[in-house]
């Protein structure tokens, strides 16, 4: 299984962005947050005890906003409560605007093995229209600093941003692959409810345009030795994501912090949690120690199942193992054989050799092709 991790707070929230975050009124209260993380942690444990932990992603927000303290104690504090391996994939993600050189060597002192920056462009009219804190100067230091503090190195790009042309795309993804670093996250700018940019909605490239820039990403990296494995994800031998990976494929993880989500399987039912997502009641009810922090407790009925698994698994570029569904889901897989056929038919899907996977298609149009399963496992 993963752990995930929230930390909710950023500097200054993007007009684009949906996640839950929190600009801090004054400090980012790093005492009571540990507290409530230890207690939020505790209560899971029975859920979860014995399992081992793979990978750990700590996500944001801004958690380069943390200290190397703050960090250090987290860390040490899920070594001693869970089994989690030696060599587990922990992951952490910076801003390059608090990005600095001590404290990504700290961080990775302490256990952190991978660092993913919030890149999104290297042009700083680009930057600017985002509302990004950092600029094109301060996305390379911070890649620089990452690179020297860890070996894996992922940079989040970008692209259909208000006002680009092809060729400032072009560019985007150029800077990014010359610096030699092992995954990108490559993803189309969508106007979110609730954001400021879906209030205000800023002149955005047309679809034609848009599609032509995703298609030049993917021509480019795999001509640079870049893999795509999945929708929004290049790594090259060796760099790709294991927590994404369980997630892709139905994994289990634990969702700690504000707002985050969780993923259980017991030999009965599929859990599904999410937390409070306001930090302060959060915190607060976190700390009483009687469930108060839980906002949702969802038991994944069965019919939801095959949309469920399907919803991840069928973004992966190698596909997954027909052998997954029945032992992720305590369902045969003559339940989504019938919708499985009918995509195949299309061309959308391929089904031989025991492995499942969406074609060049299918992936262009995988909403559609997602709504075959839905309700087909009643």
Same mark, same amino acid.
């Given at each position: 299984?993963?752990?995930?991790?929230?930390?909710?707070?950023?500097?200054?929230?993007?007009?684009?962005?949906?996640?839950?975050?929190?600009?801090?009124?004054?400090?980012?209260?790093?005492?009571?947050?540990?507290?409530?993380?230890?207690?939020?942690?505790?209560?899971?444990?029975?859920?979860?005890?014995?399992?081992?932990?793979?990978?750990?992603?700590?996500?944001?927000?801004?958690?380069?906003?943390?200290?190397?303290?703050?960090?250090?104690?987290?860390?040490?504090?899920?070594?001693?409560?869970?089994?989690?391996?030696?060599?587990?994939?922990?992951?952490?993600?910076?801003?390059?605007?608090?990005?600095?050189?001590?404290?990504?060597?700290?961080?990775?002192?302490?256990?952190?093995?991978?660092?993913?920056?919030?890149?999104?462009?290297?042009?700083?009219?680009?930057?600017?229209?985002?509302?990004?804190?950092?600029?094109?100067?301060?996305?390379?230091?911070?890649?620089?600093?990452?690179?020297?503090?860890?070996?894996? %190195?992922?940079?989040?790009?970008?692209?259909?941003?208000?006002?680009?042309?092809?060729?400032?795309?072009?560019?985007?993804?150029?800077?990014?692959?010359?610096?030699?670093?092992?995954?990108?996250?490559?993803?189309?700018?969508?106007?979110?409810?609730?954001?400021?940019?879906?209030?205000?909605?800023?002149?955005?490239?047309?679809?034609?345009?848009?599609?032509?820039?995703?298609?030049?990403?993917?021509?480019?990296?795999?001509?640079?030795?870049?893999?795509?494995?999945?929708?929004?994800?290049?790594?090259?031998?060796?760099?790709?994501?294991?927590?994404?990976?369980?997630?892709?494929?139905?994994?289990?993880?634990?969702?700690?912090?504000?707002?985050?989500?969780?993923?259980?399987?017991?030999?009965?039912?599929?859990?599904?949690?999410?937390?409070?997502?306001?930090?302060?009641?959060?915190?607060?009810?976190?700390?009483?120690?009687?469930?108060?922090?839980?906002?949702?407790?969802?038991? %994944?009925?069965?019919?939801?199942?095959?949309?469920?698994?399907?919803?991840?698994?069928?973004?992966?570029?190698?596909?997954?193992?027909?052998?997954?569904?029945?032992?992720?889901?305590?369902?045969?897989?003559?339940?989504?054989?019938?919708?499985?056929?009918?995509?195949?038919?299309?061309?959308?899907?391929?089904?031989?050799?025991?492995?499942?996977?969406?074609?060049?298609?299918?992936?262009?149009?995988?909403?559609?092709?997602?709504?075959?399963?839905?309700?087909?496992?009643?």
């Amino acid at each position: 299984m993963s752990l995930y991790v929230h930390v909710p707070w950023c500097v200054r929230k993007c007009p684009y962005c949906d996640f839950n975050s929190h600009e801090p009124q004054g400090e980012v209260p790093e005492k009571d947050y540990l507290a409530a993380l230890q207690a939020d942690l505790e209560q899971a444990l029975p859920f979860i005890w014995g399992r081992q932990v793979i990978s750990v992603f700590i996500g944001g927000g801004t958690p380069s906003l943390l200290s190397a303290g703050a960090v250090d104690a987290m860390l040490a504090s899920f070594r001693a409560c869970l089994n989690l391996l030696p060599d587990a994939e922990i992951t952490m993600e910076a801003n390059p605007g608090t990005a600095e050189a001590g404290r990504f060597r700290d961080y990775a002192a302490s256990g952190v093995t991978r660092l993913s920056l919030g890149i999104q462009s290297f042009d700083d009219d680009a930057l600017r229209a985002l509302g990004r804190i950092h600029d094109a100067r301060q996305a390379r230091a911070a890649i620089e600093m990452a690179q020297n503090a860890v070996e894996h %190195v992922n940079l989040d790009l970008m692209y259909a941003l208000p006002g680009q042309t092809l060729e400032n795309s072009r560019r985007d993804l150029e800077q990014a692959m010359a610096f030699g670093t092992g995954h990108l996250s490559l993803y189309h700018l969508t106007l979110e409810p609730n954001t400021v940019f879906a209030k205000y909605p800023p002149p955005l490239p047309d679809d034609d345009l848009a599609a032509g820039m995703h298609e030049h990403i993917i021509e480019a990296a795999a001509a640079r030795g870049w893999e795509q494995y999945e929708v929004s994800a290049y790594a090259r031998p060796g760099h790709r994501c294991l927590h994404n990976q369980n997630y892709w494929t139905f994994g289990d993880y634990l969702g700690l912090g504000p707002g985050a989500h969780g993923k259980l399987s017991f030999h009965d039912r599929i859990l599904r949690q999410a937390r409070k997502r306001n930090p302060d009641s959060w915190m607060r009810n976190s700390l009483r120690r009687d469930g108060s922090h839980i906002a949702e407790t969802h038991v %994944v009925a069965p019919q939801e199942l095959p949309f469920e698994f399907m919803l991840n698994a069928l973004r992966l570029k190698d596909g997954v193992e027909t052998g997954l569904f029945p032992a992720h889901t305590g369902l045969a897989f003559t339940a989504v054989l019938p919708p499985l056929r009918r995509l195949e038919e299309r061309g959308l899907v391929t089904l031989a050799g025991g492995r499942l996977r969406t074609t060049e298609t299918g992936w262009r149009y995988l909403n559609d092709v997602l709504q075959e399963f839905l309700d087909c496992g009643e």
